[in-house]
């Protein structure tokens, strides 16, 4: 039902149960405010909106004053001013005059509106209030708390937004102080949103602090080269380095949020790890030459390689956070050469051909309307922090979210209901669910399982309520019977009325598919390329040892490689392996396109000029193309390249599918021994994110490595906090510190992959060994 109101004059039509703040907001009208924000609950402590409403005896707060029919509002008239004013002057009573030092100037609002509320000179003659500094971690800097004004939008975004109170307001009137509890860290993973809240400079970003004033800085678009989510960004550029990134306001994708790693992973685009320079490998050292130099050797050996070996022998790895243009350019070139071993799955260990593109099943903005979630295989609040917030608020909002895996993190959310099942299981508990389903409609089960409690408990969930999905995370594409899981979800989600998805790994998995970096017919796909030595191997954004499902293998095939090129921003990226090093630009350097989860194709343009000799990829793989002669490499333009990859751009919708997965003819028996289960720790996931020096000292990062043990094998093997443990697969082991995972299922490992501590490893699904070191 709409109410009308008065508003300075003008009607103007809101929801039922609005606030006089969402009325101006509707009207277009600006109300001075602090303490309010669209995203959060309100606090109604800053009083600083308060607005004369006809017939109230007092100004009232427009924030949580709630509209009524035929109400009259004024927000300009004298008695609204004067109330703005007086509440100016208490709120600058203690604020310290710090404003040619503060790192908020500029960009505050406090200062902003002081401007236009505040009086040139202060009454207020008595000694002030100084707040002590907080330690908060590495990202956030809470140096200067004499400049908090006591809004709480901090304690609020961690509660409601990233849901774990980090933050707190102790003590009460002028003693009151935001703080953590008992000095810990804020160690949440959308944490840096809590500088963008914050209206004045109490919060302020750690790294970078004190390198730039915020008018010195040029503000370029761009999209967020991590995960599935395609964040919208705003990349701040002095001079040609990147000094900041900001979240770019896109409600269909990101909303106003962006995860710490999208925030500041830009470290690593500055770091001295950076490759400036083509080098060859000559007699065992590293030579810097040329750009001519080095892509006529790279040409040289391909055509050597293909008139002793055939095409056969040659292999193309590229990476899912690639641009589509890079990637199309890569497949392209192989298959041009006569090669189809092209490959961008480098964590997978199930290759079945797809019928469609794999793609997340529904819209992002749905997932905040969810009543019921079927979350299998996901590191969800790690893998996907975006994904997880909008699941989270559909819980505040009444839903349910249920999860099949090996161990259950921390979400930050009510979990329904838990299934725990070591990896070699999830398909038999994917089936009960399924037998449940069937039992419930009286229909046959597409594949025998067992309807038991947990199984019935999902079932029911699922077939309640009206938006529902079925999301398998990364472990789940990981997984060696990967599309057989695909199937039984498939069965599940139309039998119960869930849209079915993957919450896709990088930012471009979806392109990766759409141009097609993968074999069609015959080739090698990015396992067999990582466990057989290659006669000549080109990789793309690639660091084959921690990207890779089995680290072992990969080592093991790439020592007995013959021409390996890899392309990449950074230095130690194969060093060890490669014959070649070409500095291609990461995507602060570069015009490309990326396609996230849902099928959404996003453009943008470099930011800053490549660094030192850097070039973009999709230049290299052209000059490359025209080096060994091949037609089709002639583009000009990044624009040339991307309606060559995707053609109509409309039309790509049609392509996205989760179907044609074969049903599972029997489900794996219970294997007797112990089975790892892995994660790809958040800060570990990419190439920048292993750089980022701020991210490396982020608790996530530094508790990163580690053997994830359940209750009973700790007890067996007699374990005390601090100890540590031997894993072994194979002839592969690593030691590593022992932790207690309460959640693990009894007959699983957790070994983190993607880090230098757990390189020495094998698959990341398969047996495992451990015993006390």
Not at 513 to 534: D, I, T
């Amino acid at each position: 039902m709409a109410i009308e109101i008065e508003l300075d004059g003008r009607k103007v039509e809101v929801p039922e149960g609005s606030m006089v703040m969402h009325a101006a907001d509707k009207a277009g009208t600006y109300i001075p405010h602090f303490c309010y924000h669209k995203k959060l609950s309100i606090a109604a402590n800053c009083r600083m909106c308060l607005v004369d409403v006809e017939k109230a005896p007092k100004p009232m707060p427009a924030c949580a004053t709630p509209v009524t029919q035929g109400m009259i509002v004024r927000t300009q008239s004298e008695k609204a001013v004067k109330a703005q004013q007086g509440v100016m002057e208490f709120l600058l009573i203690n604020h310290p005059l710090d404003c040619p030092i503060c790192d908020q100037g500029g960009e505050c609002q406090l200062q902003d509106l002081a401007v236009g509320y505040g009086a040139s000179s202060s009454r207020y003659s008595e000694e002030k209030r100084v707040v002590f500094h907080k330690e908060l971690g590495p990202l956030i800097s809470a140096a200067e708390m004499t400049r908090c004004i006591q809004c709480t939008r901090c304690v609020r975004f961690g509660q409601e937004i990233a849901g774990q109170m980090e933050l707190g307001m102790a003590h009460r009137g002028e003693h009151s102080e935001i703080m953590t509890f008992v000095g810990r860290t804020i160690d949440s993973e959308l944490s840096g949103n809590m500088i963008d809240v914050c209206p004045v400079g109490a919060l302020t970003s750690k790294p970078f602090r004190y390198s730039a004033r915020t008018w010195e800085l040029s503000r370029r678009k761009s999209v967020s080269p991590h995960d599935s989510t395609g964040a919208n960004l705003v990349v701040q550029v002095k001079g040609a380095k990147v000094m900041r990134v900001l979240p770019l306001e896109n409600e269909d994708v990101n909303e106003c949020w962006i995860a710490d790693r999208d925030r500041f992973s830009y470290e690593a685009l500055n770091s001295d790890d950076r490759l400036t320079a083509p080098m060859i490998k000559q007699g065992g050292q590293w030579q810097t030459v040329d750009w001519t130099t080095a892509l006529n050797y790279v040409a040289d050996g391909l055509k050597r390689v293909i008139a002793e070996f055939g095409p056969q022998g040659v292999g193309a790895l590229g990476s899912a956070h690639s641009t589509v243009e890079e990637l199309h350019l890569l497949q392209k070139l192989t298959r041009s050469l006569g090669s189809d071993n092209v490959d961008f799955r480098l964590r997978h260990a199930d290759f079945s051909s797809a019928d469609g593109v794999r793609w997340l099943g529904t819209s992002i903005q749905s997932l905040t309307r969810l009543q019921q979630v079927l979350v299998v295989g996901s590191f969800l609040r790690k893998d996907h922090p975006l994904f997880a917030q909008r699941i989270r608020q559909a819980v505040r909002h009444g839903g349910k979210v249920h999860s099949l895996n090996a161990v259950h993190d921390d979400w930050a959310m009510p979990v329904a209901n838990r299934i725990t099942a070591a990896p070699s299981q999830w398909l038999q508990t994917l089936a009960d669910v399924a037998a449940a389903v069937a039992d419930a409609k009286g229909i046959g089960a597409p594949a025998q399982g067992q309807a038991n409690d947990a199984a019935k408990a999902v079932a029911t969930a699922l077939l309640s309520g009206e938006r529902k999905a079925v999301l398998l995370g990364n472990a789940a594409a990981h997984h060696p019977q990967a599309s057989q899981l695909l199937a039984l979800a498939n069965w599940i989600g139309e039998q119960t009325g869930a849209t079915v998805g993957y919450l896709t790994e990088a930012a471009n998995t979806v392109g990766a598919q759409l141009v097609g970096a993968m074999p069609r017919q015959g080739g090698l796909h990015a396992g067999q390329m990582l466990s057989q030595p290659m006669k000549a191997l080109l990789m793309l954004h690639v660091e084959p040892v921690l990207d890779s499902a089995n680290a072992a293998a990969a080592i093991s095939a790439l020592q007995g490689a013959g021409l390996v090129v890899a392309m990449s921003p950074f230095k130690n990226v194969a060093q060890d392996f490669a014959d070649v090093l070409l500095p291609v630009s990461p995507f602060s350097e570069t015009a490309g396109t990326f396609v996230n989860a849902e099928g959404r194709v996003q453009s943008f343009h470099g930011v800053v000029k490549p660094l030192g000799d850097t070039r973009p990829a999709w230049k290299v793989l052209r000059v490359l193309g025209n080096l060994l002669g091949l037609d089709g490499f002639n583009q000009e333009t990044v624009d040339e390249v991307r309606a060559e990859a995707l053609g109509d751009v409309a039309a790509l919708a049609g392509r996205l599918s989760n179907r044609g997965a074969a049903m599972p003819t029997s489900q794996a028996a219970a294997g007797e021994g112990l089975e790892r289960i892995a994660d790809v720790p958040i800060y570990h996931s990419d190439a920048l994110v292993r750089r980022s020096p701020p991210l490396q000292l982020t608790s996530d990062a530094r508790n990163a490595p580690f053997a994830g043990i359940s209750a009973s094998l700790w007890d067996q093997l007699g374990l005390q906090p601090g100890a540590a443990v031997r894993v072994t697969q194979g002839n592969a082991s690593a030691v590593l510190p022992a932790r207690l995972e309460p959640t693990l299922a009894a007959n699983a490992v957790r070994v983190p992959a993607g880090h230098p501590a757990t390189a020495t490893l094998g698959a990341m699904f398969g047996d495992i060994t451990v015993e006390k070191a």
